[in-house]
Each structure stands twice: as C-alpha cells, then as structure tokens.
C-alpha cells in the first residue's frame, strides 16, 4: 500500500474512532496520517476537534492555526478556532476568528449560535439576540441556540419571547408539554 493509502486509512480510522467518542485513539490515528501527509488541513482540523472534545483548547489551537494558515478561506476551520479561543477565554480573538468565519461564507447555525455567546458573556444582549434569532431560523433544530435566545430575550426584559423560546427547547430535549 502506498504512502497517501496509508495516511488516507488512517483519516478514516480516526474518524471512525472519534464518531465512536475513542477520542484519544482517533489522535493517535490523525497524528500518524500527518506524519505521512504533514501540514494536511483536513488532518489538522480533524485533530483539532478531537482536542476540543477532550477539553484542550491550547492544542486545538495549535492544529487550527496550521488549518487556517493552509485554507484561510474556510469558514469551518475560522469557526473552530473561534471556539478554541473562546475556551482560552481569549475573547477578542474569538470574535475575530468568527467574524473570519462570516467573512468567508460561513452561514450555518452553529457559527450564529457560538457567536452569539460571545455577544452574551460580554453583555452585548441586543446583537446575542439578533445571532441567536438567526441560528435558529437556520437550523430550528438547534436546542443549543433555543436555550440561548430565551436567556437572552430574559436579559433583555422580553418574558414572553423568552418563554416561547424555552418552550421550543423544551420540546426539542423531549420535555414539552404533549
């Protein structure tokens, strides 16, 4: 088997393992793929998520600037940076990693949702509100983003958005009223 067969077995090994939550076993994997293809964007990235689903923002960084510097217009990997930098409580840097997102096309309910916190931790309710009212419209799937909005219409003095928004959480976790 040839080198890039190799590494290519290996990205599908460590995705294997990360959909099973194997998280330091789909490391090992990306980490040996990038040994045969170094610098490989979609490893980093890869890598990266696995270090954010283990609570390591620093080495998810690490991965993501490797990402970005190699794809910059990718609105994914400026997203998950976004959300390493905000771990890291490096707040300005995640509003630009996210803004980076937006600029690039990033148009999906997770980017408005993340956002959106951002917005929320550092008391900007009225813009939080307005990222959380397009996260769910984009996906009204979104729990995440139903539980966020109704927070933030309750800071913002709305108790009957707030409430109505709870409900469409509620009903989504299972929990609403039949």
Same mark, same amino acid.
């Given at each position: 088997?040839?080198?890039?067969?190799?590494? !290519?077995?290996?990205? $599908? *090994?460590?995705?294997? $393992? #990360?959909?099973?939550?194997?998280?330091?076993?789909?490391?090992?994997?990306?980490?040996?793929?990038?040994?045969?293809?170094?610098?490989? #964007?979609?490893?980093?990235?890869?890598? &990266?998520?696995?270090?954010?689903?283990?609570?390591? +923002?620093?080495?998810?960084?690490?991965?993501?600037?490797?990402?970005?510097?190699? !794809?910059?217009?990718?609105?994914?990997?400026?997203?998950?940076?976004?959300? &390493?930098?905000?771990?890291?409580?490096?707040?300005?840097?995640?509003?630009?990693?996210?803004?980076? #997102?937006?600029?690039?096309?990033?148009?999906?309910?997770?980017?408005?949702?993340?956002?959106?916190?951002?917005?929320?931790?550092? !008391?900007?309710? *009225?813009?939080?509100?307005?990222?959380?009212?397009?996260?769910?419209?984009?996906? +009204?799937?979104?729990?995440?983003?139903?539980?966020?909005?109704?927070?933030?219409?309750?800071?913002?003095?709305? #108790?009957?958005? &707030? !409430?109505?928004?709870?409900?469409?959480? *509620?009903?989504? *976790?299972?929990?609403?009223? +039949?």
């Amino acid at each position: 088997m040839d080198r890039q067969n190799e590494a !290519e077995n290996l990205v $599908f *090994q460590g995705i294997s $393992f #990360a959909r099973k939550g194997k998280h330091l076993k789909a490391v090992e994997a990306f980490l040996g793929a990038l040994e045969i293809v170094p610098g490989n #964007a979609v490893i980093c990235f890869n890598l &990266a998520l696995e270090y954010l689903s283990m609570d390591e +923002p620093e080495l998810a960084l690490s991965y993501l600037d490797r990402s970005v510097k190699k !794809e910059p217009d990718n609105p994914d990997y400026w997203c998950e940076r976004g959300v &390493a930098l905000y771990r890291t409580l490096d707040y300005a840097g995640a509003e630009e990693s996210y803004e980076r #997102a937006m600029s690039c096309g990033g148009e999906n309910s997770r980017l408005w949702n993340n956002f959106g916190v951002l917005r929320f931790i550092t !008391e900007r309710y *009225q813009e939080a509100g307005e990222f959380f009212d397009r996260a769910v419209k984009l996906d +009204p799937v979104n729990a995440d983003a139903w539980y966020n909005l109704a927070d933030t219409l309750e800071e913002l003095g709305n #108790a009957k958005g &707030a !409430e109505a928004a709870r409900r469409e959480y *509620q009903k989504l *976790q299972g929990k609403g009223n +039949p």
